[in-house]
């Protein structure tokens, strides 16, 4: 494949061309060097929270907005419940069509715990416009993607490559995998912990100093909201 894809676009860096056979690396790794990786990687793990939805409760109403939010059109979001992280409370809106086409489909307010326990409810018109199941979070832990790992611990990032030269990528895949085994099938997003970009093209420059909040997904749709200051950024990928 890849002296099909250098014949069509040209030679590739040598950086890129390490990266691609190291995605294409098919042999096996061995026990203990996965237990070695395993236990520079635990160094790196941060508890967080798998997101899915359940419709065993119904939501509240919303407190935070102070109008019913809605997208480009005017269109009314559906309220898809609160979630809390570092004494923070998250309240969720979205629209069913795709948050790509506007980024407007998808609104995520936040405001502290103190704050929400004494803010009064949002009245709704339509009682269709609180989504019929809840997003509900569950304890589980966190590590980066491979390609943001030399962003997050450089000196650890070298270890990994130290351990299987030829194939750094495949290895890390495995010793992720084993150390977060106990993840949910179906998966809503996250909360805290790190994102989990699905297509690697963020500059990670633009989000060094901000906190990462949740990851959405919805249909091939994926958001990741972090906190910068008092204000939220969001970035959006299909995939």
């Not at 715990?113 to 304890?139: D, G, I």
């Not at 790190?194 to 990462?212: G, L, S, V």
Request: glycine letters at 4%.
């Amino acid at each position: 494949m890849l002296k099909f894809l250098n014949k069509i676009l040209g030679r590739s860096s040598t950086s890129y061309e390490n990266l691609m056979n190291s995605k294409a690396e098919t042999n096996s790794i061995d026990a203990i060097t996965i237990t070695k990786a395993k236990q520079l990687l635990k160094e790196l793990k941060i508890p967080a929270f798998e997101l899915t939805y359940s419709d065993t409760h119904k939501s509240s109403l919303p407190r935070i907005p102070t109008s019913w939010p809605v997208n480009k059109k005017g269109e009314p979001l559906a309220y898809h419940g609160a979630l809390c992280i570092n004494e923070m409370i998250l309240e969720v809106f979205m629209h069913e069509k795709s948050f790509m086409k506007d980024p407007l489909n998808l609104r995520v307010f936040h405001t502290s715990s103190t704050a929400y326990q004494t803010a009064l409810e949002l009245q709704v018109e339509k009682t269709s416009l609180v989504y019929k199941e809840t997003l509900e979070q569950r304890s589980c832990e966190s590590l980066p993607i491979w390609e943001e790992l030399i962003h997050r611990d450089k000196s650890l990032h070298q270890q990994i490559v130290q351990l299987t030269p030829s194939n750094p990528w495949t290895l890390f895949k495995t010793a992720k995998k084993e150390l977060l085994k106990d993840q949910s099938a179906s998966i809503a997003g996250y909360l805290g912990g790190y994102p989990q970009w699905q297509i690697n093209d963020m500059d990670y420059r633009k989000i060094e100093k901000a906190m990462f909040l949740v990851q959405l997904t919805k249909e091939g749709d994926h958001a990741y909201l972090f906190l910068d200051g008092d204000e939220i950024m969001t970035y959006y990928q299909r995939y």
